[in-house]
Nanobody, 116 residues
Framework: QVQPVESGGGLLQAGWSLRLSCAASGSIFRINSMGWHRQAPGKQRELVARITSACSTNYAESLKGRFTISRDNAKNTVYLQMNNLKPEDTAVYYC??????????WGQGTQVTVSS
C-alpha cells in the first residue's frame, strides 16, 4: 500500500499563486509516477500533471505555462506550483501514485478555491 497525502489547498484570489504538496508513505518502492488530478463541481476528474520516477513530465495542454510539477525524491514528495490562478481552477486536487502492477493509490484531495 502507498498512502499519498495532499496539503496546501486554500481560498485565494484570482492571480495568486499556490503550491500543493503530496507526500507518499508506505510501500513507496517502485512508484512509477505520481500525478495531480482535479475535479470541479459537476465535472469529471481530469489530469493536471504527472511526473515519472525519471522526472519526465506531462501536463494538461490548457495548463502548460501556469502549472509546474516537481518532486523531491529524498522526501518522497511531489509538488504542484500553480501560478496566476483563475476561478476556473477551483476544484478538489487529488494526488495519486502509480505503483503498477501493484495498483494506483489516491489521496483524499485538497480543496482549492479561487475567487474573482
Amino acid at each position: 500500500q502507498v498512502q499519498p497525502v495532499e496539503s496546501g489547498g486554500g481560498l485565494l484570489q484570482a492571480g495568486w499563486s499556490l503550491r500543493l504538496s503530496c507526500a507518499a508513505s508506505g510501500s513507496i518502492f517502485r512508484i512509477n509516477s505520481m500525478g495531480w488530478h482535479r475535479q470541479a463541481p459537476g465535472k469529471q476528474r481530469e489530469l493536471v500533471a504527472r511526473i515519472t520516477s525519471a522526472c519526465s513530465t506531462n501536463y494538461a495542454e490548457s495548463l502548460k505555462g501556469r502549472f509546474t510539477i516537481s518532486r523531491d525524491n529524498a522526501k518522497n514528495t511531489v509538488y504542484l506550483q500553480m501560478n496566476n490562478l483563475k476561478p476556473e481552477d477551483t476544484a478538489v486536487y487529488y494526488c495519486n501514485a502509480d505503483a503498477s502492477p501493484r495498483g494506483i493509490y489516491w489521496g483524499q484531495g485538497t480543496q482549492v478555491t479561487v475567487s474573482s
